[in-house]
């Protein structure tokens, strides 16, 4: 149990254009779900907590404009990066936790994004 | 602010056992999880710690001292698929995430 999908695995896209990433739990209902950014050999960088219902809510020095975040349902959050730019080219996983407790989480497969 | 400090490399034998530091400073503090990572996948959990002392869950164990800020991961047994990146991650109203620690396992 506790398995979360995402969707598309990897994505190339122009500069310019926006990405939509889906983060689906297929097993359990998620009301929150975290968005995180990995570069190379680096850390999971949080970038935004999903709540079901509501607004998301970013981390200091992410661009809610840019990185926009909607979680229409207990089951699915989506991540869209608008106007893409080569510098958003990275690693995005999104996890979901278990009966809101958030020192357990699962995370899906992770998307890699590259913009060219 | 907040901030977890862990050794960025460790190497050890096939079979011998490693541990795996970490240090933190943060407001809010819930508890200490460990995630394992391999190259290109997804982080996975491994372990939690709410209160202090041992907790073990085959061949890994994690440790906690509250009032020293400070944990660590110690894995037995070393198999060559333990090769991979261990993350301390502090426990608040969302999980904020170490550096990562890189496990080489030499045969």
């Known amino acids: 149990g506790a398995v979360v999908s995402q969707h598309p695995s990897w994505v190339i896209c122009k500069s310019g254009t926006s990405v939509k990433i889906e983060c689906r739990s297929l097993?359990?209902?998620?009301?929150?779900m975290f968005w995180y950014r990995q570069f190379p050999k680096q850390s999971l960088m949080l970038m935004a907590t999903?709540?079901?219902?509501?607004?998301?809510?970013?981390e200091q020095g992410v661009e809610k404009d840019k990185f926009l975040i909607n979680h229409a349902s207990l089951t699915l959050s989506t991540l869209t990066v608008t106007s893409a730019h080569p510098e958003d080219s990275s690693f995005y996983i999104c996890?979901?936790?278990?009966?809101?407790?958030?020192?357990?989480?699962?995370f899906g497969p992770g998307t890699r994004l590259t913009v060219t | 602010g907040q901030s977890l400090e862990q050794p960025s490399e460790v190497t050890a034998v096939e079979g011998a056992i490693v541990q795996i530091n970490c240090t933190y400073q943060t407001s809010g503090f819930y508890g200490l999880s460990w995630y394992q990572q391999h190259d290109g996948g997804a982080p996975t959990f491994l372990s939690y710690?709410?209160?202090?002392g041992l907790e073990e869950t085959g061949r890994f164990s994690s440790f906690l001292s509250r009032s020293d800020s400070y944990g660590y991961l110690l894995l037995q047994e070393l198999q060559m698929k333990d090769s991979a990146s261990y993350f301390c991650a502090v426990n608040r109203d969302k999980i904020i995430f170490g550096k990562g620690t890189r496990l080489h396992i030499l045969p």
């Open positions: 710690n709410a209160l202090d």
């Open positions: 996890s979901a936790a278990l009966d809101g407790e958030t020192y357990e989480q699962y």
């Open positions: 097993d359990f209902q998620a009301t929150t």
């Open positions: 999903s709540n079901e219902g509501s607004k998301a809510t970013y």
